[in-house]
């Protein structure tokens, strides 16, 4: 499955802990998408790189957040001193070009205890 | 601020009926993109149909189609010979011209009934 993915698929920890998440776009997309989902709700962007560079983020991403995409390939978003409110699933796409369809991963569900 | 409204929370329809799910938007820009995409339960989203904004033809995929008005700011979704496998959240979403960013309406939960 070429598909991209996410690991890990469930997060449960307790408040304050840091959490890392990772993305694995497709391959040959240069462009990557992280969004945050809570319950009812349409997914709400975060943040996006094309190749290794940062190019937008959203104002939900608050200091405790941070994205990278160091070698343009794989990404991980990192919530430090987690909240409750954190509580969500986080969903990364890829994309080849601007505008064009992303391509979304199963997500990774985080419970914030 | 950038919007999408999706006025009906929950829609349901038969089997091989039709049904039409609607979206509007606000937005100040003449070139943007619009999407629906599909979120079946458990499993990720998925495109369905996308519309280029310049484009006055109304994009269609199969047994979907939309209705695009954009001097109304509508976006609506026409699913025709509705299947089980249709049975899903809709998100309706949109980017403008200069930001790459989805910008999502709340949903639709879409049951079809045998």
């Known amino acids: 499955d070429t598909g991209v993915s996410q690991d890990p698929r469930h997060k449960i920890t307790k408040r304050g802990q840091n959490v890392t998440f990772r993305c694995d776009p497709i391959s040959e997309h240069n462009r990557l998408y992280w969004y945050r989902q809570t319950l009812g709700q349409g997914p709400e962007f975060l943040t996006y790189f094309q190749n290794e560079a940062q190019l937008e983020k959203s104002r939900l991403l608050s200091d405790r957040f941070s994205a990278e995409r160091p070698k343009g390939s794989f990404s991980t978003l990192e919530i430090q001193r987690t909240e409750q409110g954190d509580s969500a699933m986080y969903l990364c796409a890829s994309s080849l070009n601007p505008f064009d369809e992303q391509f979304f991963g199963p997500g990774t569900r985080l419970t914030v205890l | 601020a950038q919007t999408v409204t999706q006025s009906q929370p929950e829609m349901s329809v038969q089997e091989a009926e039709t049904v039409t799910l609607s979206c509007t938007y606000d937005?100040?820009?003449?070139?943007?993109?619009l999407f629906w995409y599909k979120q079946p339960p458990s499993r990720q989203m998925i495109l369905v149909i996308r519309q280029e904004a310049y484009k006055q033809q109304n994009a269609t995929e199969n047994r979907f189609s939309v209705n695009f008005q954009k001097a109304a700011k509508s976006f609506s979704l026409k699913i025709s010979d509705s299947q089980l496998g249709d049975a899903a959240m809709y998100f309706c979403?949109?980017?403008?011209?200069?930001?790459?960013?989805?910008?999502f309406g709340k949903g639709t939960k879409l049951t079809v009934n045998p």
């Open positions: 937005t100040s820009e003449s070139d943007y993109y």
């Open positions: 979403a949109y980017n403008q011209g200069g930001s790459e960013k989805l910008v």
